[in-house]
């Protein structure tokens, strides 16, 4: 019944945010935009987006090398690529992550099995290294450039937003790399009858803590998550580019991030609000830059689906071991997804 009902709210704020955003653009005019893409620009964009892919799966390949499973390249460009799949086309019945987790702890066992804790702690610290690179880039290129953004309520929500990601941030990392403030949590939710998922995050807690004494790795597993958000950057900046738009490399090295984070919210895989923000932070074209790098977007949704189709994935089996097991990740990265 939760399930249903936060789909419901889901579904119901990007209706909302779409509808409100197609009454306020010219449409005409987005066309016209689109109608006029550079191709040399749009290709440029487009290998930079597939290139945040390849080093987002990098990342992800010296997470699982750091809890001691080595494993094939090609293989996790696959995996990763089931995940960008779900969560384009099914973002509200499965996470592209929990897609992942479940391959990973199931097609690699014939190696050295991964356990579905382990295959977990890597997609999350994963994002918390994404989301350390996140908040890094926003924060700094707020400072740097924030007087930017024109309207001053515009800059003060995006202020406002930043200050509560990274808090949300900083909580998450405390919790997972903290034993006894997850001794905390893990009482509180057994005193509101929830002692199951206590439970699981503690196993995947045990797991992520497991880094801690790999610092050196850790900082290049930082360095590459930099090295991410600033390819994407540079993605819709020469998707920018494409459609006439002047303004300055380190302009959407403060506007992408502000909207990445804004995706986070509540809505069907971030549309809605990702719309919204590209129209408010690039108000000549921004819906137009928003669909070209939705294409971006699908276009590795579309590749991740003729892979899994060809490897004989089947969305049912990973339904009822989602179910089984009581786990859901949110989706919504961007072509490299992962923050």
């Given at each position: 019944?939760?399930?249903t009902?936060?789909t419901?709210v889901r579904?119901s704020?990007?209706a909302?945010l779409?509808?409100i955003?197609?009454?306020e653009?010219?449409?005409?005019?987005?066309?016209?935009?689109l109608?006029q893409?550079?191709?040399?620009?749009?290709?440029?964009?487009l290998t930079?987006?597939?290139a945040s892919v390849?080093?987002?799966v990098?990342r992800w390949?010296?997470?699982?090398?750091?809890l001691?499973?080595?494993?094939p390249?090609?293989?996790?460009?696959?995996?990763?690529l089931?995940?960008v799949f779900?969560?384009?086309?099914?973002?509200?019945?499965?996470g592209?992550?929990?897609v992942?987790a479940?391959?990973?702890?199931?097609?690699?066992?014939r190696d050295q099995p991964?356990?579905?804790a382990?295959a977990?702690?890597?997609i999350?610290?994963?994002r918390?290294?994404?989301?350390a690179?996140?908040?890094t880039?926003?924060?700094?290129?707020f400072?740097?450039?924030?007087?930017?953004?024109?309207?001053?309520r515009?800059?003060?929500?995006a202020a406002?937003?930043?200050?509560?990601f990274?808090?949300?941030?900083?909580?998450?990392?405390?919790?997972?790399?903290?034993?006894?403030?997850?001794?905390?949590?893990t009482?509180w939710l057994?005193w509101?009858?929830?002692?199951?998922v206590?439970n699981?995050l503690?196993r995947v807690?045990?797991a992520v803590?497991?880094?801690?004494?790999?610092?050196?790795?850790?900082v290049?597993v930082f360095?590459?998550?930099?090295?991410?958000?600033a390819?994407?950057c540079?993605?819709v900046?020469?998707l920018?580019r494409?459609?006439?738009?002047?303004d300055?490399?380190?302009?959407y090295f403060?506007?992408?991030?502000?909207?990445?984070?804004?995706?986070?919210?509540?809505?069907l895989?971030?549309?809605g609000?990702r719309?919204?923000?590209?129209?408010?932070?690039?108000?000549?074209?921004?819906?137009?830059?928003?669909l070209?790098f939705?294409?971006?977007?699908?276009?590795?949704?579309?590749?991740?689906?003729v892979?899994?189709?060809?490897?004989?994935?089947?969305?049912s089996?990973?339904?009822?071991?989602?179910?089984?097991?009581?786990y859901?990740?949110?989706?919504?990265?961007?072509?490299?997804?992962?923050k």
């Open positions: 019944m939760n399930r009902l936060g419901i579904v704020i990007t909302a779409l509808g955003i197609l009454l653009v010219d449409l005409p005019e987005v066309w016209k935009h109608k893409t550079n191709p040399g620009w749009y290709a440029l964009g930079a987006a597939f390849g080093v987002n990098y390949q010296v997470l699982l090398s750091m001691g499973h080595k494993r390249y090609r293989q996790l460009v696959r995996l990763y089931y995940g779900f969560n384009l086309v099914l973002p509200t019945s499965i592209g992550d929990a992942r479940y391959y990973t702890s199931r097609e690699t066992a991964i356990g579905l382990d977990v702690a890597s999350f610290a994963q918390l290294t994404g989301f690179a996140l908040v880039f926003a924060i700094l290129f400072f740097l450039g924030g007087t930017a953004i024109g309207d001053r515009v800059r003060a929500l406002v937003v930043i200050a509560g990274s808090a949300t941030f900083i909580l998450v990392a405390a919790v997972s790399f903290s034993q006894r403030m997850m001794n905390r949590l009482a057994a509101i009858k929830l002692a199951s206590g699981k503690g807690a045990d803590r497991r880094y801690r004494g790999q610092r050196r790795l850790f290049r360095t590459v998550a930099f090295v991410f958000q390819t994407v540079l993605s900046f020469c920018g494409s459609l006439g738009l002047t300055p490399v380190w302009y403060l506007s992408v991030p502000l909207i990445t984070i804004v995706m986070m919210g509540p809505s895989g971030g549309h609000l719309e919204g923000g590209y129209v408010v932070l690039f108000p000549t074209a921004g819906l137009s830059l928003s070209l939705l294409s971006c977007t699908a276009l590795a949704g579309l590749i991740g689906g892979v899994f189709a060809r490897g004989g994935g089947r969305k089996e990973i339904q009822s071991w989602a179910k089984e097991h009581e859901e990740f949110n989706g919504g990265e961007d072509p490299g997804d992962d």
